[in-house]
């Protein structure tokens, strides 16, 4: 069987981390364009991607690229490509997509002229003129960009972010793919001490114990391609199998998370719990600035909360002060923080060591790292 043509999507500034991931899945040439990450892989390396990848958003099948300068180029573009080589006679295909410095920029026009080219190809190959899209679903979504068009099917469904553990609502939570490439980013490894002193609803210090497990952050959703004919139920099976077969339960953990909220801390033990790791991490109600460790090493990896209301400026830099204060006195740790604040360095007290600007929630951050020692060779993270 020929490798299929995949991408996978991901927020500004986490294409590299995706394809670091990637590269440790054995799929490691890939080509980074516009926020996706290309590859190549068969149906084992697609199930595999998506019960694997932390920090993408989907998984999609690449089906054709070509130009279009007018409907017409669209529609004859769309009908050209071999859609009944993935759409069974049955299959559901919702059409969306994106049209982006290009000379065709109504999307409802082009969602519907693709579906109508679609429904042409598949009309040829099936003998009808009626389709119940009663079967499983492909959703179709084209992009055209400087009248390029790509189009592809999703295979994911659901986006990656939802790992299925996170069912109780937080003001302005993170989103579970990017609190994993905030822990990436950062190098933090599962034998030194994480805290986040601002933990929210959990999302951090879980999405660090799932990594120090290596459990498959897929392992417990669904995904729109287990219902493919392409892809044989054995290889699925195959795929969680060996999932399942790499999660660590033995390895020990020292993962916290504070929140001044009780409320706060009640979901995150929830979603720990949801999770199955509940025994794997600590969530305590607590103030930041009364967090103290007798660890000499370690990380705090955070997304502290801020405000952007007429008046809040002066709260945000006085707890930014405080941060500061508080994290000075463990000045052996690193301290990786997320905000939008372009004052946060001042405030915190100190520059930072790098810079990286990503996205969180469309809102444009600096994802702030401040570096602490090494560990002396041979000494303990004690």
Known sequence: MKP??????????????????????????????????????????????????????????????????????????????????????????????????????????????????????????????????????????????????????????????????????????????????????????PERALIDPFCGSGTIPIEAALMARDMAPGLEREFDCQEWPQIPKSVWYEALDEARGRVRQDRELRIQGFDISLEAIDASNHHAKLAGLDKAVHFQRMDMRQISSNLK????????????????????????????????LLDTWSFYVINPDPDFEKAFGRPANKKRKLYNGGMRCDYFQFYGPKPRFGASSE
């Open 4 to 189: 299929y043509n995949l991408f996978a999507t991901a927020t500004f500034g986490v294409e590299a981390v995706v394809a670091r991931e990637l590269g440790h899945l054995g799929l490691g040439e890939t080509v980074i364009d516009n926020g996706r990450i290309h590859f190549q892989g068969d149906a084992l390396d697609l199930c595999r991607a998506n019960l694997w990848l932390r920090t993408a958003e989907r998984v999609f099948v690449r089906i054709g690229r070509f130009e279009a300068l007018s409907f017409d180029d669209l529609f004859e573009g769309t009908k050209a490509l071999p859609w009944e080589e993935w759409l069974p006679e049955d299959a559901e295909f919702p059409v969306t997509g994106s049209c982006v410095k290009s000379r065709l920029m109504s999307v409802p026009d082009c969602q519907s002229i693709v579906k109508k080219a679609i429904v042409e190809r598949l009309k040829t190959r099936y003998r009808r003129t009626l389709f119940q899209e009663s079967g499983p679903r492909y959703r179709i979504e084209f992009s055209i960009l400087n009248d390029g068009v790509t189009l592809a099917i999703d295979s994911s469904g659901a986006g990656l972010h939802k790992r299925g553990y996170r069912t109780l609502t937080h003001a302005a939570p993170i989103k579970e793919t990017l609190a994993a490439a905030l822990l990436m980013i950062s190098r933090w490894s």
């Open 297 to 328: 090493y370690g990380f705090f990896v955070t997304n502290p909360p801020y405000g952007q209301r007429i008046g809040e400026e002066k709260d945000n830099a006085r707890l930014y002060r405080d941060m500061g204060a508080a994290f000075s």
